[in-house]
């Protein structure tokens, strides 16, 4: 598995360690004294876009979790000059080295990921909608300059390398305006370097269909991929080792639910389907219907974002999230698009193939979701039942407190 999910530009990734040291932007020269960072980055994938780019700027390190981006005491990886990366190129465990740089030992608890802004008609960070070929901007919030605040803490001894990894999550992160322009509300969490998981692969048939695959705790998505779009490959990265529930959905297509499939270590990784026996969901005979309406907030928050989320419920198995969306930071609006058929459960085995039966006895039912919003300082809210088994449903609205 390592081998087949190299990182993404060695070239790059060697220079700018080498233009690291060369410049003094990693806080001095390596010794026996000091430990190693070194920082990469990954991503999920991007809802209904071909390209997310970002600029990264630089990465900063402090020890203290309240420090401010004016106080003494930061390390920088500086990347000189700054760099274009765009994320959906880092899917499937992908890597993109950002650089490293030498650290005091000590216990350091503040990462910062600082990106240049858009100026003019240069775009420093853009995103390309499905289907389209014309590059968007994409607004940044003024923490871009600052630096996109992540809480992790980590220690560094003498003579010792740290590696981490920021998990850049495009789909959550990429936030549609009223004025039909996009913002960036930056998700991103400290993940482990090592490369484990769960590996399959869905069937080629399927992947003109928008195949979504999701690793989902208790209804909550933990990770997310898209398969590789040659050979349909997916692998779903660096899990903390516990029982997931793999969800695979698609355009006009039944979903597909992989019951507690156990990921064992930091180093191993499952494998649920195989290039001669990939996944194939059932066509479903009547086309994917919409849920939407209004998520708003109140008070109106100039940070948060309201998410909304559609799930099912298995009689003998887990309760899943099918799909979810941000709402529009300005309108509120949201839509989800969600298929009218039962879907199909196959309880992990060793096994393989697996096998899929069709699940008729869902919570809410067949057709049927149960919608949650929700947003970080806010009170969750939740329909249970919202039918669409019949006729869209346009008018399915939240207004959210704290």
Not at 150 to 162: H, M, P
Not at 248 to 263: F, G, H, K, Q
Not at 319 to 340: E, F, N, R
């Amino acid at each position: 598995m390592k081998n087949k999910f190299k990182l993404i530009g060695l070239a790059g990734a060697i220079s700018a360690a080498a233009l690291v040291a060369a410049c003094g932007g990693g806080g001095g020269s390596p010794s026996s004294s000091n430990g190693t960072l070194g920082v990469a980055m990954t991503d999920a994938p991007s809802c209904g876009f071909d390209a997310v780019n970002i600029t990264v700027n630089k990465v900063r390190v402090h020890q203290s979790a309240t420090a401010s981006e004016n106080d003494a005491g930061w390390t920088d990886i500086t990347l000189n000059p700054a760099r274009k990366i765009n994320l959906l190129n880092l899917t499937n465990g992908a890597l993109e080295d950002l650089g490293q740089t030498p650290l005091t030992p000590g216990h350091y608890t503040q990462l910062r990921l600082v990106l240049d802004g858009n100026a003019g008609s240069a775009l420093a960070n853009s995103v390309v909608a499905t289907g389209s070929t014309t590059e968007v901007s994409l607004n940044t919030p003024s923490a871009v300059q600052s630096g996109i605040k992540l809480i992790n803490e980590f220690d560094v001894a003498a003579g010792q390398r740290v590696d981490l990894v920021l998990d850049f999550d495009a789909c959550k992160s990429v936030v549609k305006k009223g004025n039909g322009g996009f913002a960036l509300k930056p998700v991103v969490k400290v993940v482990p370097t090592v490369l484990n998981g769960i590996d399959g692969f869905i069937s080629p048939a399927m992947l003109s269909k928008h195949v979504m695959v999701s690793a989902e705790q208790n209804g909550t998505i933990v990770s997310s991929t898209v398969p590789n779009a040659t050979t349909g490959e997916f692998f779903l990265a660096r899990l903390v080792p516990g029982n997931y529930d793999v969800v695979i959905t698609a355009d006009n297509s039944a979903t597909a639910v992989i019951a507690a499939v156990p990921v064992a270590s930091t180093t191993s990784t499952v494998v649920v389907s195989t290039n001669a026996a990939p996944i194939s969901l059932a066509a479903a005979a009547t086309a994917d219907r919409t849920i939407s309406g209004i998520a708003s907030l109140n008070p109106v928050s100039s940070t948060e974002v309201a998410y909304v989320t559609a799930k099912q419920s298995f009689a003998t198995g887990p309760t899943v999230a099918i799909k979810y969306q941000g709402a529009d930071v300005t309108t509120g609006a949201y839509t989800l698009s969600l298929p009218t058929v039962a879907p199909q459960l196959a309880p992990y085995s060793a096994t393989l193939p697996l096998v899929f039966t069709t699940q008729t006895n869902t919570t809410p039912g067949t057709g049927k979701y149960k919608l949650e919003a929700s947003a970080n300082g806010y009170t969750t809210l939740s329909i249970l039942s919202v039918d669409i088994s019949v006729a869209n449903q346009a008018t399915v609205n939240f207004a959210l407190i704290p």
